[in-house]
């Protein structure tokens, strides 16, 4: 028997788109892979415990009383790849996304707040992740924002933080 030279050569040139696409499949999931082991080494400086130490300044618009807000002064910021925790509440699969910006300009297009209390250098990192932004302003300090009150976080050692119940956010 004669072998069908036409449904050989079509049988391989599919095989071969097959083993293509699998390929740049495998190629994209290594790419992501390594992004996002990218990104987490990007972050380890963030990783950790943080105790908010001042409140110093509000936005236009919060989510609590001045009161409330400094009644947060001493908690710990936890700060991992998978989770974010303050106050009892929880931010989980966060972004992490770093941006450098002028300040000023992102604190009122973003927060409607002021940056003249904040002492941010100019320009700043900014790292949102995803229910807060983390201002970076050197290895042991950073400013965040929780429910539009800014605070000042100084990084602190794990047996110094208490815990709390989580609440999801």
């Known amino acids: 028997m004669k072998p069908n030279l036409k449904y050989d050569s079509k049988l391989r040139r599919n095989s071969g788109i097959k083993l293509g696409w699998l390929a740049l499949l495998g190629l994209t999931a290594?790419?992501?892979s390594a992004s996002r082991a990218s990104a987490a080494e990007e972050n380890d400086s963030i990783f950790g415990h943080w105790r908010a130490v001042a409140v110093l300044d509000v936005a236009d618009v919060a989510g609590k009383s001045d009161a409330a807000a400094r009644q947060l002064i001493?908690?710990?910021?936890?700060?991992?790849?998978?989770?974010l925790r303050f106050a009892g509440e929880e931010c989980t699969t966060p972004a992490y996304q770093r941006t450098t910006r002028e300040p000023a300009r992102y604190l009122r297009e973003q927060w409607?707040?002021?940056?003249?209390?904040?002492?941010?250098?100019?320009?700043?990192?900014?790292?949102d992740a995803g229910c807060t932004d983390l201002f970076i302003t050197d290895q042991s300090r950073m400013i965040f924002n929780w429910d539009g009150f800014f605070y000042e976080a100084r990084r602190v050692e794990?047996?110094?933080?208490?815990?709390?119940p989580p609440i999801r956010r």
């Open 30 to 32: 290594s790419l992501l």
């Open 158 to 164: 794990p047996v110094q933080c208490r815990a709390l």
């Open 74 to 83: 001493g908690l710990c910021l936890d700060i991992e790849p998978e989770v």
């Open 112 to 127: 409607h707040a002021r940056s003249g209390k904040l002492n941010l250098p100019n320009p700043v990192t900014v790292i």
